[in-house]
């Protein structure tokens, strides 16, 4: 049981920490940015080509992959989604729009890099660390620490920063915002920059671990996104508790079943929760809210 605990904890905080990356962009642009994956995916290749094709450093490769992942989110912004809402694009065209982008992003990563599982490790796979009868790698270990202290800052600094209480007055209501002098395009902007950097180490996170092929970004977003909903959308606490709600059931699905179950519990919770507590742990219901 020891080990089915460490891969829970493990398991939710990369959940964690693409579903705050997620619900930067959701909030303030109010639809589902599917593309989000493409982002996940793209730093997890960029990497791979810094440190294994190029041979840099992984100290210049890793830094490098999560700067090109952020202005590949922002230009994304910039070039089909802001375009898309000075025409007075509907949620739902905005949300199969970025299906179709995912699709096209995802192909180029096939034709780039191909289909086949890639990884960014160079030594031996090792064993782990032993921690009471259970194996935890090292890279488990840091995808760990480092995604709870990315939430913390991440926290803090929508909290606390004006750009962060920007963020919140978009998500809020973009038409006031705009009228009391705040740019909404701008802050939207800002919120897929910080969005995509943080699912970019999620997706570095995870390649390390796993490897990575042209699809992994997709499942991973799933799972972010079902966290967030079954949570409760605007609700950090929700988010927390929907995240590892999310890993207990997987793992001890897994355990107890077979772990081919993963996928199915995953969408039953979701339904069951869509049928009977649509709002999630928190209950709150924000303003506006579509998909």
Partial sequence: MNQILINIIYSASIYLLIAFSFSLVYYTTKFFHFAHAAIITFSAYFTYYFFQQLNFSIWIAVPSAIILSVLLGMLIELGIYKQLRKKNTSPLLMLIASLGLYVVLQNCISMLWGDDTKSIRTGEVKVGNEIFGAYITDIQIITIVLS??????????????????????????????????INSNKVILWSFGIGSGLAAVAGILVASDTGLTPTMGFNLLLYGVVAMIIGGVG??????????????????????????????????????FLIWKPLGFSGKRLKKIEI
């Fill in 148 to 181: 709870f202290k990315l939430l913390v800052l991440s926290l803090l600094f929508y909290r606390y920063t004006k750009l962060g209480r920007q963020m919140r007055a978009v998500a809020a209501n973009s038409e006031l915002a705009n009228i009391v002098g």
């Fill in 235 to 272: 609700s950090t606490w929700g988010l927390i508790g929907g995240a590892f709600l999310l890993a207990t059931a997987q793992h001890l699905t897994a355990y107890y079943i077979d772990s081919k179950w993963m996928d199915a519990i995953t969408y039953i919770i979701l339904i069951l």
